[in-house]
């Protein structure tokens, strides 16, 4: 059984910052791939990070290379989202997620090849 929590998101000007994190309860310890994705209203679920738990892999989409930063506390079995220079096109709501491997590289930014979501957590950034 997986369960995921996130948490921190809120309102910020553009240019602001924000952590996003996620709790992570996985009983089996066997869904070792982690990611955050973004769903804008209307718009289908988008990969943004991606961390594989164990190793020192990271994965992140070209929009927020630079501005985003995945990362982990297993001792808070906690993945975190680090956003900088945040820009209104990153409003929307934001899901972390869990899955036990990839079929391909890239597969990672499709929400089909995860089977585990914590509930959304909503960042709204102004200009």
């Known amino acids: 059984q997986v369960q995921l929590v996130e948490s921190g998101g809120g309102s910020v000007q553009a240019g602001g910052s924000l952590r996003l994190t996620c709790v992570v309860s996985?009983?089996?310890?066997?869904?070792?791939?982690r990611a955050w994705f973004l769903q804008r209203p209307g718009q289908e679920r988008e990969g943004l990070a991606a961390?594989?738990?164990?190793?020192?892999?990271?994965y992140y989409t070209d929009s927020v290379k630079g501005r985003f930063t995945i990362a982990r506390d297993d001792s808070r079995n906690s993945v975190y989202l680090q956003m900088t220079s945040l820009k209104p096109e990153d409003t929307g709501m934001y899901y972390c997620?869990?899955?036990?491997?990839?079929?391909?590289?890239?597969?990672?930014?499709?929400?089909?090849?995860?089977?585990?979501w914590g509930q959304g957590t909503q960042v709204t950034v102004s200009s």
């Open positions: 997620a869990a899955a036990t491997g990839m079929p391909s590289m890239s597969a990672w930014k499709w929400a089909s090849n995860f089977h585990y």
């Open positions: 996985d009983s089996t310890n066997t869904h070792l791939w």
């Open positions: 961390l594989v738990t164990g190793t020192a892999d990271t």
